[in-house]
């Protein structure tokens, strides 16, 4: 498997726009987990899912973040309007069960808006 | 909620031990794991501990205390490869996986 799969690796966009965030789990994998990493706030889960099924969105910082899980293998995160306090890395996360043991970690997409 | 505490930063001597410790605080728990991220890199898994007791996977090994809420990593054999931040999670009954903030280790020659 090609592990845990995030598209665009690098983004910048302009304050005000919408930024789509990209995730193709490992294939099998039950769980899905969106996390941002900043310097300041380390790594924060945003969403959690469950067989395509939101589970916890606690994280989300504000109404303009959104994710959605159509199906097992794709989800996306996006911000709309997006604003620079936005930057971070994000990561998608894959574990094959519930009682999470172990989770895998697509390369992250690093978001700059200016 | 949950919460971890790790340090922020560690100092060792390449061919040294160092053990980074982490204390956690969340309701449901089901185990305690380790990831490492280098620069620029994504967070990798290392270890998982779900029962007390020390667990050994080559140079690295992790332990857990329940009843402490403690648990560290311990690196033996300290190679400059392993300069890298070093995070702590917690799995619970709601299957989130809770991140520390990172414990920076610094390797010197």
């Known amino acids: 498997d090609a592990g845990v799969i995030q598209s665009p690796r690098h983004e910048v966009t302009e304050m005000g726009q919408e930024v789509t965030l990209r995730c193709k789990p490992i294939?099998?994998?039950?769980?899905l987990f969106w996390y941002r990493q900043t310097m300041m706030r380390g790594l924060e889960l945003l969403i959690y899912?469950?067989?395509?099924?939101?589970?916890?969105d606690s994280g989300m910082p504000e109404d303009r973040f959104s994710a959605k899980m159509p199906n097992a293998s794709f989800s996306t995160l996006k911000i709309q309007p997006s604003e620079p306090r936005d930057s971070a890395v994000y990561f998608c996360?894959?574990?094959?069960?519930?009682?999470?043991?172990?989770?895998?970690f697509g390369q992250g997409t690093r978001l700059t808006v200016v | 909620g949950q919460s971890l505490e790790q340090p922020s930063e560690v100092t060792a001597v390449e061919g040294a031990i160092v053990q980074i410790n982490c204390t956690y605080q969340t309701s449901g728990f089901y185990g305690l794991s380790w990831y490492q991220q280098h620069d620029g890199g994504a967070p990798t898994f290392l270890s998982y501990n779900a029962l007390d007791g020390l667990e050994e996977t080559g140079r690295f090994s992790s332990f857990l205390s329940r009843s402490d809420s403690y648990g560290y990593l311990l690196l033996q054999e300290l190679q400059m490869k392993d300069s890298a931040s070093y995070f702590c999670a917690v799995s619970g009954r709601d299957d989130k996986i809770i991140f520390g903030k990172g414990t920076r280790l610094h390797i010197l020659p």
């Open positions: 899912f469950n067989n395509n099924v939101p589970i916890d």
């Open positions: 294939s099998g994998h039950n769980s």
């Open positions: 996360a894959s574990s094959p069960q519930q009682g999470n043991t172990e989770a895998f």
